[in-house]
């Protein structure tokens, strides 16, 4: 039986608010899903314009607003008059999933009889409810813990554009995409230095699953690999809504802890994530069936930040050298099953 912890009446309007990380924004879905799935609720998102990009093939949001931290609401005083304007849509619940000041700011500047923030959260006096920020519970759950005491996930339902599925299969079939061969998904990037694998090791499984497999490389263009002929390379050349459209169509994804692993759990593509300076355990482990996690447990360092740095401190990065390419390919066998 579903329990909930606030009383949500039928066709309540909620504003949910997320404007942290992509791959933290990304799992907002699963809140919305299972708020979607048990009330018929009109659900409002406020995030930034990425994370808008992220969120908006979700079909559980009805409507988006987008924070723009780094343009027309960079100062505190156009955040506060940005929230101001929110109230005339008679918001019946909030909920924060930011914990920071500026979001404090935000929530208690918009009109509603329910604010719901983490009890952690800074300036929490702003909030009406503050559930206790648990943390041994995955992200998504944690944020499905701000209504629900169950942490049942649904499937997240996305609404992709026809053109989009269109656009990436005509660029995989430009790229010479073999139908008959099983598809691996490369992301090497992340916003961390010690959160990358490396170009290196990834290139060098790109060269061990080339023959047998399509390899595909998606990212910014930052994240572009020296890449041997036949990978077909993506990045900077898809939205992120194309990106599901390819995640879709895959049959695994490797990648570090980074938005790409939550961009497949919404997708339930199975992931093998490579963890090193950060640990599953922080909450942002992959959710997709058929998944794994590859770390060096063996490490005493390790994890030695919450969401990685520029350097490792040891100046080794043994986190992420002492793990093969072959032992990822290994791992993609048993879960593609050849």
Sequence with gaps: ?????????????????????????????????????????????????????VLSPVKSIDSLFILDKKGTHKSIRSTIDFAKSLSAYNFDIIVSLHKSYRTSQIVKNIHSDIKIGFDNATNSRVYTHKPKYLNHLHEADRYISTIFEDFEKMPIELDLNIDDKL?????????????????????????????????????????????????????SKQDCLKLS???????????????????????????????????????????????GATHPMFGFGPLAENSVVVQNESLK?????????????????????SISPSSILKKIKVIIGS
């Design 301 to 321: 360092c390790r994890p030695c930040r919450v969401h990685g740095s520029e350097s490792c401190p040891l100046g080794t990065h043994e986190c992420m050298s």
């Design 1 to 53: 039986m579903e329990v909930r912890l606030i009383d949500i009446a039928p066709n309540s309007n909620i504003l949910i608010i997320n404007t942290a990380f992509l791959g933290d924004i990304a799992l907002t879905a699963f809140l919305t899903q299972k708020l979607k799935s048990s009330h018929n609720c009109q659900i409002s998102v406020l995030t930034t314009k990425p994370g808008a990009e």
């Design 167 to 219: 656009f990436v299969e005509n660029l995989l079939l430009q790229n010479k995409f073999n139908e008959n061969k099983k598809t691996v998904v490369l992301a090497p990037g992340s916003v961390w230095n010690t959160k990358k694998w490396g170009s290196t090791n990834y290139s060098d499984l790109a060269n061990l699953l080339l023959g047998d497999y399509n390899v595909v490389v998606v990212g």
């Design 229 to 275: 002929n036949g990978v077909i390379d993506l990045c900077g050349k898809t939205t992120i809504s194309q990106t599901y459209q390819l995640l879709l169509q895959s049959d695994v994804l490797v990648t570090n802890d980074s938005a790409p692993t939550h961009f497949a759990s919404l997708t339930n593509t199975p992931t093998i994530a490579i963890f």
